[in-house]
């Protein structure tokens, strides 16, 4: 059994790359408390030509991690191939998802994907406070909500966008 205590990141890596790279750069820079365990640090597909050689890697991943944050941009909600698998496959492992709006929307908008709509998930906008806020505070959240049988969206209230100075 893995230990897990990585990030995973799903994200359009064709036009929402950016955005992925910032949050890594929050983590390296020695100023900020931004901090996580990168998933897609641990290995690469050796032939990224195959579907499956590629959700093999994934799935090794997703065995180390311990959150899911989905970048949500404009095109995030019709990909299917490769997006749309690694949403499910965090809904079957149970991981607890951030929904990261890269249009600064602080809750679920019409950019969200369809499968994860109608799950238990935060949403938030793209920023690093607000991001490391609910990395560190939804895992729980999440699973007390799991207990109580809730499957809703979840926003912050605007009293803690104001305690981080937002």
Known sequence: MAYRNKTYICFDGDTDMRYYRLMTAWAENERFNFDFHNAHDLNTARDSSL?????RQLRERFANSKLLIVLIGEKTRTLTKFVKWEMEVALRLGLPIVGVNINGS????DRCPPAIRDELAVYVPFGMKIVEYAMSNWPDFHAKSKREGKTVAFYYPDQVYKNLGL
């Open 51 to 55: 579907e499956e050689s590629i959700k």
């Open 106 to 109: 602080r809750q679920k908008d």
